[in-house]
């Protein structure tokens, strides 16, 4: 079974500043995907940068990057120059992979980030 | 990405009743999986639902206070059997893009039961 562990309950910055989010995991597969989303108030689960797990490059999304180092188990997602639209609660995510289709994510317990004004 | 709809959006609902809420895709997904977010709480996967077959479930879930149907490619639904107040969550359907081992996910069902 899988884990993922964000050990940041909640985060605040100012605007603009940089901040980054911690995750860790715990798996034995050697394939699979990361993922972080971010779930403002409105509730919706919106994908913000996603990670495979045999790619040693790490992904980037605009503001949104990732350092992903597999052998230490962590997935790490930095914003810069944060906005106030940024202020959500952050799940990091793991995914199996299975070849013939997507399996279930499994969620760390999320991270509430804050951005001040 | 697929635009995933739900609907009810939220309900209240009175313990002992059940409530059914609905999945739908404006594309055809191979892969559809419900969740429950509990309240202050992150998303446990609650089980794949199959087109053509029987759901998937996961540990500590089961069919019958969790039934879900999968008629075909665009929609599910998940009823939400003999409810009581520990039933009050979020519900969540997701869909993976066919080939993409991505997950988006719909708006959500907020329930609560009195």
């Known amino acids: 079974a899988q884990t993922v562990t964000q050990s940041q309950p909640e985060m605040s910055v100012q605007e603009a500043e940089t901040v980054t989010l911690s995750c860790t995991y715990d798996?034995?597969?050697?394939?699979?995907?990361l993922f972080w989303y971010k779930q403002p108030p409105s509730r919706q689960m919106i994908l913000v940068i996603r990670?495979?797990?045999?790619?040693?490059q790490n992904a980037t999304e605009n503001r949104f990057s990732v350092n992903f180092q597999k052998a230490a188990k962590s997935f790490s997602l930095k914003i810069s120059d944060s906005q106030l639209g940024d202020t959500a609660m952050y799940f990091c995510a793991f995914m199996r992979g299975s070849g013939g289709g997507a399996d279930g994510l499994t969620f760390g317990k999320g991270t509430h980030l804050i951005i001040q004004p | 990405s697929a635009v995933i709809s739900q609907k009810p959006s939220r309900d209240i609902c009175q313990r002992g009743t059940s409530l059914t809420i609905q999945c739908q895709v404006d594309s055809q997904v191979t892969m559809m999986f419900w969740y429950r977010q509990q309240p202050g709480q992150s998303l446990t996967l609650i089980a794949t639902?199959?087109?053509?077959?029987?759901?998937?479930?996961e540990s500590g879930f089961v069919i019958d206070k969790f039934p879900i149907s999968r008629p075909n490619l665009t929609f599910s639904t998940l009823t939400v059997s003999n409810m009581s107040p520990e039933d009050s969550s979020i519900y969540l359907c997701s869909v993976e893009d066919d080939g993409q081992e991505t997950q988006y996910f719909g708006p959500g069902t907020r329930l609560l039961v009195l």
């Open positions: 639902a199959n087109q053509g077959s029987e759901a998937t479930y």
């Open positions: 798996t034995s597969e050697n394939n699979y995907y």
């Open positions: 990670q495979e797990a045999y790619k040693q």
